[in-house]
């Protein structure tokens, strides 16, 4: 009795002490996004816990949270819904069944999970793609691709490569009655890192140049070089998505090290002779002056890490780092950021970029949302910040694709 008596007083004195964290005034919702945000930082201290004590590493747990989601393929009247591969990667396909006189656009989603957690078959991402597919008339088409830390860099990007050029095959859109001319890559937060590398790499590809009409990313994370820039300072502690807990998963994905996250907290992770990146990722130059406020610009301290990690050098991990001239060729581009989300300055940076560099570009910012709000639309939450995104992108595709 005496243990469960201490459990139960420390639940309810952790219980206490997340309610009362300050939750930004202007949120959506905000009592729901307060329950959200005490969930995410019950579950970082379990799996913290876990880890100390040896019983599952710290983002087993955070995998079981969203496994917990999944759900099987269901077909509606409107739509079959099948689980395929695609050269051996398993992928969500969705296909409208009405008879169709024209070929029909199709999007390729990728989701987000930092790099470590999430699947389509997750309620919300079939929500989300379910949608899609319905209200456009489209084809859509959802890979799973490996996770890390089993798979490190560059496992997830290579499967979402091979998923994308399967798909663009002559036989393969034939096939689906898909145009080639009205495709779409789109994902959300890592997913959309994939998003802007794939479509990079493809542009870069002589045979699959100009063969993606159009790329869509939701809260994208864009670049791993500055931890330190306003949005990871403005919303250290969330909602939902503290800077610790994205570093911490994230970083699973480039190395299996304690210290890389460590040195990326502290901003002091970026090599010797790293230094001229530093230009396409700097915020003091690209953001617009409302978000800058009263920050002063620092650069990340070069040559802290023991180890050495060309990772954090690489255009694949981090699409910021690639040169206008690269930049040009990109196609049409459409960006959502929300306003409390420590990855919002990430967004913003690659949307002046882009137009710097003269790609047209469509971008929405959301003010009263948060990061992952599209993974709140389903029971029990209905975050309606969630569903208003999810609306944008699908309005933006139907006028665009």
């Not at 029971?379 to 595709?397: E, F, N, Q, T, V």
Request: a negative charge; hydrophobic letters at 40%; aromatic letters at 10%.
């Amino acid at each position: 009795m005496g243990n469960k008596t201490w459990l139960f007083g420390l639940s309810c004195i952790l219980l206490a002490y997340y309610t009362y964290i300050p939750i930004p005034e202007n949120l959506e919702e905000p009592w729901k996004v307060r329950f959200i945000d005490i969930l995410t930082k019950i579950a970082t201290l379990t799996a913290t816990l876990f880890e100390n004590t040896g019983l599952m590493k710290f983002e087993d747990l955070f995998f079981i949270l969203m496994r917990i989601q999944n759900i099987e393929p269901f077909s509606d009247e409107n739509l079959t819904v099948i689980d395929i591969d695609f050269s051996k990667i398993p992928v969500r396909l969705y296909l409208p069944k009405r008879k169709s006189e024209i070929q029909r656009p199709a999007v390729i989603y990728i989701h987000g999970g930092a790099f470590a957690t999430g699947s389509f078959k997750m309620l919300p991402y079939d929500f989300v793609n379910r949608m899609t597919a319905s209200r456009l008339d489209a084809v859509v088409v959802a890979p799973d691709y490996r996770l890390a830390p089993q798979d490190l860099f560059p496992a997830a990007l290579e499967d979402c490569i091979v998923v994308v050029k399967f798909f663009l095959q002559d036989k393969v859109l034939e096939k689906y009655g898909v145009d080639p001319a009205h495709i779409c890559i789109a994902g959300d937060s890592s997913g959309g890192a994939l998003v802007g590398s794939v479509t990079q790499l493809l542009q870069d590809d002589p045979e699959y140049r100009n063969k993606i009409k159009a790329q869509a990313m939701i809260y994208p994370k864009l670049q791993a070089v500055d931890t330190w820039m306003p949005s990871y300072r403005e919303y250290e502690n969330g909602p939902f998505l503290s800077r610790k807990l994205g570093i911490k998963l994230s970083t699973r994905y480039l190395a299996e090290d304690e210290e890389l996250p460590e040195a990326i907290l502290r901003n002091e992770h970026m090599p010797e002779g790293s230094r001229d990146v530093f230009k396409f990722v700097n915020w003091s130059r690209f953001l617009p002056e409302k978000y800058k406020k009263n920050h002063v610009y620092r650069e990340p301290v070069l040559g802290k890490l023991n180890a050495s990690y060309p990772v954090l050098l690489d255009s694949r991990v981090s699409p910021l780092l690639v040169n206008d001239s690269q930049l040009q060729k990109l196609p049409l581009t459409y960006v959502i950021t929300c306003e409390h989300d420590i990855l919002r300055d990430d967004g913003l940076i690659y949307v002046t970029r882009l137009r710097n560099a003269g790609v047209p570009v469509t971008h929405e910012h959301i003010e009263d949302a948060i990061h992952g709000a599209i993974s709140f639309v389903t029971a029990p939450m209905y975050l309606h910040s969630g569903l208003r995104i999810i609306d944008k992108y699908i309005s933006w595709l139907q006028e665009n694709l």
